[in-house]
C-alpha cells in the first residue's frame, strides 16, 4: 500500500477514533469530578512507571528489520512476554499492597484491572508488530476505531450506572480485550507462541537503547503527574489530565499517526539506501502546515473552548491546555525525531540525549508545580524549547538538510498559521479572553479560519496544498469507482 493512501486510511479512522474518544470525554466530563480524573490519573501513571519494564519497543525491531528471520521473531515475541508478565505481576502487588503508599484505596483498585492490560498485550505484540510491517494501516486502522469504540461505550454506560473511576479503568481493559481477539482474527497467520533466546543479544541491546530512550522519556513524564498530584492535589492532577488528554487527542490523533505511518516509509527508504532530505522536507511542510494552525487556534480558544465543552467547573484546564499547545508547536518543528534516530541506527546517541532533555523537564516541571498548575504546564514549553536545541543539529546531519532548506517552509507555515489563526485572536481580544464567548462566535471563528488557511496554502503555494489536492482527487476517483460499482 502506498504512503499516500496509508495515511488516508489512518486519518479516516483516526477521524472516528477522534469523535469516539472527543464525544466520550465530554459525557465523561459532566460525570466524573476532576478528583475522579485524579484517581485514575494517578493509577495510569504509577502503572505507566510499571511499563516502563516493557518499554523495549520490540515492535520497531520487527519493521526496522531488513530480513526478519523466525529465530529472531520468536526471541522479541519471548523477551516481550517475560517483561509483560512482570509487569502485570508487580502492578498486581502494588493494587494489593501498596495501599498506604498510594495513599488511595482507589488507585489500589484500578491497578488491579489495569494489570490485564500487559498480560494482554503479549499477545497482540506479533501480529501488530508484522501488519505495520506490512503497510497493512487500514487494517490496523479499522481495529483501532473499534478498540475506541467498545472502550468508550463501556466506559459511558458504567460512568452513567455510577462507576465512577472504576468505568475508565474497565473501558480500557475492554478496548484491549475486543483489540486482542479481532488482531487474531484477522492476523493469524502472524500469530505465534514460539519462544526462543536465540537471538537475545541483538534483541536485548536495541531494547535497551529504546528503554533508554522511550523509558526515561515517560519515567519523566509519569513521575511529573504523580508529583504534581502530591505538590498541589489530585484535584489539580485531575485538571491537568483533562488539559493534557485534549492536547493528546489532537497530538496523537495527527502527529503520531502521520509518524508512525512515515516510520515504514523511512525504514524502506532506510533499507534501499535512498536518501531522507527530500521526503524529511516535505513531511516538514506538511506537519508545520496542518498542526501550527491547529495548536495555535487551541491556545487562544482554550478557555471558551473548555467551558462550553467541558463546563465550568473544568475551567483550571484552559490555562494548562493553552501552555502544552504552545509546547507542541515547538517540538512540531522537530517532527519524526525519534524515527529517524531509529532508521538511522543512532539509537545510542538519542538515549544519552534523552536522558539529559527528561532529566531537565522534569526538574523544570517540579519547580513549576511549587508556583501553580499553569506554571507547571508552562515548563513545558522551556522543555521544549530544550529539546530543540538538543536535537535540531543532529537532524539535520541524519536528514542532509540545511537551515537554508527549513527556512522557506517555517516562514510559509508561520504565515499560513498567522492567517488561520487570526479571526480567533480577534474574537479574544473582543472579549476579553472570557471563557464565556457565545458558542456561534468562537465557531464562526474557526470555520473563518479554516477558509484562510486554505486560501493561504494557495497562495503562499505551500506544499501541503499539493498534497491536500492530490488526495482530494484519489478520494473522489475512488468514489466514483464505488459508485460505478453499485448496482
Known amino acids: 500500500m502506498s504512503t499516500r493512501r496509508s495515511l488516508v486510511w489512518m486519518a479516516a479512522a483516526q477521524a472516528g477514533y477522534f469523535v469516539f474518544q472527543f464525544g466520550g470525554s465530554v459525557i465523561l466530563a459532566r460525570l466524573l469530578s476532576p478528583h475522579d480524573m485524579g484517581v485514575f490519573a494517578i493509577a495510569l501513571a504509577v502503572a505507566g512507571l510499571l511499563a516502563l519494564i516493557q518499554a523495549f519497543g520490540l515492535s520497531n525491531l520487527i519493521i526496522r528489520e531488513a530480513e526478519l528471520k523466525p529465530a529472531l521473531a520468536a526471541t522479541a515475541f519471548t523477551m516481550n512476554a517475560v517483561l509483560g508478565l512482570v509487569m502485570a505481576a508487580l502492578t ?11 495513599s488511595s484505596t482507589g488507585v489500589a483498585q484500578v491497578l488491579l484491572v489495569l494489570a ?17 510491517r506490512e503497510g497493512a494501516f487500514r487494517t490496523l486502522a479499522m481495529l483501532k476505531a473499534g478498540r475506541s469504540a467498545i472502550a468508550m461505550g463501556l466506559t459511558v454506560a458504567l460512568a452513567f450506572a455510577g462507576y465512577s473511576y472504576m468505568s475508565l479503568a474497565w473501558g480500557q481493559l475492554a478496548g484491549a480485550g475486543f483489540n486482542l481477539l479481532a488482531l487474531h482474527a484477522v492476523a493469524w497467520r502472524h500469530a505465534s507462541l514460539r519462544l526462543s533466546f536465540q537471538d537475545w543479544r541483538a534483541v536485548s541491546r536495541f531494547g535497551g537503547q529504546m528503554l533508554a530512550i522511550s523509558g526515561v522519556n515517560s519515567l519523566a513524564d509519569r513521575l511529573a503527574e504523580i508529583l504534581l498530584g502530591r505538590i498541589i492535589d489530585l484535584a489539580a492532577l485531575g485538571l491537568y489530565s483533562r488539559a493534557s488528554s485534549m492536547f493528546n487527542l489532537l497530538w496523537n490523533n495527527i502527529h503520531i499517526v502521520l509518524a508512525r505511518v512515515l516510520l515504514v516509509d523511512f525504514a524502506d527508504l532506510a533499507r534501499r539506501g535512498v536518501p531522507f532530505r527530500e521526503r524529511y522536507l516535505r513531511v516538514v511542510a506538511v506537519m508545520t502546515g496542518t498542526l501550527w494552525p491547529a495548536f495555535g487556534g487551541l491556545a487562544i480558544l482554550s478557555g471558551p473552548f ?22 507542541a508547536i515547538i517540538l512540531v518543528s522537530i517532527t519524526m525525531t525519534w524515527q529517524v534516530f531509529v532508521v538511522s541506527g543512532e539509537t ?20 513549576g508545580a511549587f508556583v501553580s498548575l499553569s506554571a507547571a504546564a508552562a515548563a513545558k514549553i522551556g522543555d521544549a524549547l530544550f529539546s530543540y536545541t538538543l536535537y535540531r543539529p543532529h ?18 507555515s508561520g504565515l499560513v498559521a498567522a492567517v488561520a489563526v487570526t479571526p480567533a485572536a480577534i474574537l479574544m481580544i473582543a472579549y476579553r479572553g472570557a471563557a464565556s464567548t457565545p458558542l456561534l462566535y468562537v465557531g464562526a471563528s474557526v470555520v473563518i479560519g479554516l477558509v ?11 506544499p501541503l496544498q499539493a498534497e491536500i489536492a492530490v488526495t482530494a482527487r484519489k478520494l473522489l476517483g475512488a468514489s466514483r469507482g464505488v459508485l460505478k460499482a453499485a448496482p
Not at 312 to 323: E, F, R, V
Not at 452 to 462: E, S
Request: aromatic share 10%; glycine share 10%.
Open 92 to 102: 498486581v502487588a502494588l493494587g494489593l499492597f501498596g495501599g498506604a503508599l498510594l
Open 116 to 132: 490485564a492490560l500487559p498480560l494482554i498485550s503479549i499477545f497482540e505484540f506479533l501480529p501488530a508488530a508484522r501488519l505495520e
Open 306 to 327: 473548555i467551558n462550553l465543552i467541558y463546563g465550568p467547573n473544568w475551567l483550571g484546564a484552559a490555562l494548562p491546555l493553552s501552555m502544552l499547545s504552545i509546547a
Open 348 to 367: 545510542s546517541r538519542q538515549a544519552r540525549i534523552e536522558v539529559v532533555r527528561s532529566g531537565f523537564g522534569l526538574a523544570l516541571f517540579c519547580a
Open 395 to 412: 537532524l539535520r546531519r541524519m536528514t542532509g538538510t540545511t537551515g537554508a532548506d527549513l527556512r522557506p517552509i517555517y516562514v510559509k
Open 452 to 462: 484562510l488557511w486554505l486560501g493561504a496554502l494557495r497562495l503562499t503555494r505551500h
